[in-house]
């Protein structure tokens, strides 16, 4: 039995608050590591002094940048593009950054527990920002296939009450994604809203003809 349309949304409403907590926890891990992280670069400078408050200034950087490159990649990631290496060099120099300044001092020390207590954040960043593209991702594909098979799923089941030559047509995928090869541009952006705008299909099916047909201009010689 197909899901309900109730039911779908529901998916739909998973995928937002997964998102949401994995991008909050991100936030959290980097808010903890940024006194640490402002310690290791003050060296013990006055408070209040110059250096001590330009100290407040290395993990935003660092930080800012991170979460640019981690929210450039859901995008890239949700219509198939692979980034270059020089993103990845700079995702995980960022991260790795981040896991030494917030360590330096207890390993200098030699304190086990404050090595495990500083450690903790950082890594649950490190993988926080590995998992939360392939979670969105996965969940968006849920998503578009949950919403496909609440579209399907009534019209199969329906008993025509008028002969079938009179009976009306479901327009197919491929039907779709014709119409929105047609109504294309360059220099128009594919995206959900407008394949719906240029072709009249639902919601649950946009997604899945923009990246469809983003996959087939970028293969084109990228004229998209």
């Avoid at 013990?44 to 930080?63: C, F, I, K, Q, Y």
């Amino acid at each position: 039995m197909p899901p309900t349309r109730a039911e779908a949304e529901q998916v739909d409403g998973v995928r937002k608050q997964v998102d949401r907590l994995c991008w909050t926890g991100i936030l959290l891990g980097l808010a903890f590591t940024m006194t640490n992280v402002q310690q290791f670069a003050a060296a013990g400078s006055p408070t209040w002094s110059l250096p001590w408050l330009a100290a407040w200034l290395l993990d935003p950087m660092v930080s800012v940048v991170l979460l640019a490159i981690l929210r450039a990649e859901q995008v890239t990631a949700r219509y198939g593009i692979r980034t270059g290496g020089w993103v990845r060099a700079a995702k995980w120099f960022t991260l790795a950054a981040t896991y030494v300044m917030n360590t330096w001092a207890a390993y200098a020390a030699g304190q086990a527990d404050s090595v495990v207590l500083h450690s903790v954040p950082p890594l649950v960043v490190f993988v926080a920002a590995e998992a939360v593209t392939d979670l969105r991702d996965k969940l968006s594909e849920a998503v578009r296939a949950a919403f496909t098979n609440t579209e399907s799923g009534p019209v199969e089941k329906r008993e025509p009450s008028a002969p079938a030559a009179s009976s009306k047509r479901r327009t197919s995928f491929d039907e779709y994604l014709e119409r929105a090869r047609k109504a294309w541009r360059p220099g128009v952006t594919v995206s959900p809203s407008w394949i719906r705008e240029a072709t009249g299909c639902s919601r649950g099916l946009s997604s899945r003809l923009a990246a469809a047909l983003a996959s087939e201009l970028d293969e084109g010689g990228g004229r998209r």
